[in-house]
C-alpha cells in the first residue's frame, strides 16, 4: 500500500491509486498499453461512476494549490482522461492496430504554474 490517501470522500477510489495514480504522461501511456481492456475497463467504470463528483471537486484549486491528498486524485483523474479511448471508442483491445508502439513517443515535461 502506498503512502498516498485520497480524500476521504473519494476513499472508494483507493484501491487504484498504486496501480493508476500515475504523474506523468509518459507512465499513463505506458499503463495503457501494459493492461488488458477487462483490467482497464474496471478503473474506466469506477472512475466514470464518480466523474461528475471528483471534477467539481478538484476545480476549487489551481494546479499548483492542490493539496497532497487531491494531487493523487488528480492524477488518478488525468489517467482515466488518457486512457478511457479504448473504452469510449469500443476497441476490442487496448492497441489499436495502427497505433504507434509506445517506445515510438517522445515525451517532454511541462511545467505549469499558477
Given at each position: 500500500m502506498s503512502n498516498q490517501n485520497l480524500p476521504s470522500q473519494f476513499?472508494?477510489?483507493?484501491?487504484?491509486?498504486?496501480?493508476?495514480?500515475?504523474?506523468?504522461?509518459a507512465a499513463r501511456y505506458q499503463k495503457l498499453h501494459s493492461v488488458?481492456?477487462?483490467?482497464?475497463?474496471?478503473?474506466?467504470?469506477?472512475?466514470?461512476?464518480?466523474?461528475?463528483?471528483?471534477?467539481?471537486?478538484?476545480?476549487?484549486?489551481?494546479?499548483?494549490?492542490?493539496?497532497?491528498?487531491?494531487?493523487?486524485?488528480?492524477?488518478?483523474?488525468?489517467?482515466?482522461?488518457?486512457?478511457?479511448?479504448?473504452?469510449?471508442?469500443?476497441?476490442?483491445d487496448v492497441d489499436f492496430p495502427d497505433a504507434y508502439a509506445w517506445?515510438?513517443?517522445?515525451?517532454?515535461?511541462?511545467?505549469?504554474?499558477?
Open positions: 476513499w472508494d477510489l483507493q484501491k487504484f491509486v498504486d496501480e493508476w495514480a500515475l504523474d506523468n504522461e488488458t481492456l477487462p483490467q482497464l475497463k474496471v478503473f474506466y467504470e469506477a472512475m466514470l461512476s464518480r466523474i461528475e463528483i471528483i471534477l467539481p471537486y478538484l476545480d476549487q484549486y489551481t494546479i499548483s494549490s492542490l493539496p497532497s491528498d487531491a494531487k493523487v486524485l488528480y492524477n488518478l483523474t488525468m489517467t482515466f482522461a488518457e486512457t478511457a479511448h479504448p473504452v469510449d471508442l469500443n476497441w476490442t517506445d515510438q513517443f517522445e515525451f517532454r515535461t511541462v511545467s505549469v504554474t499558477g
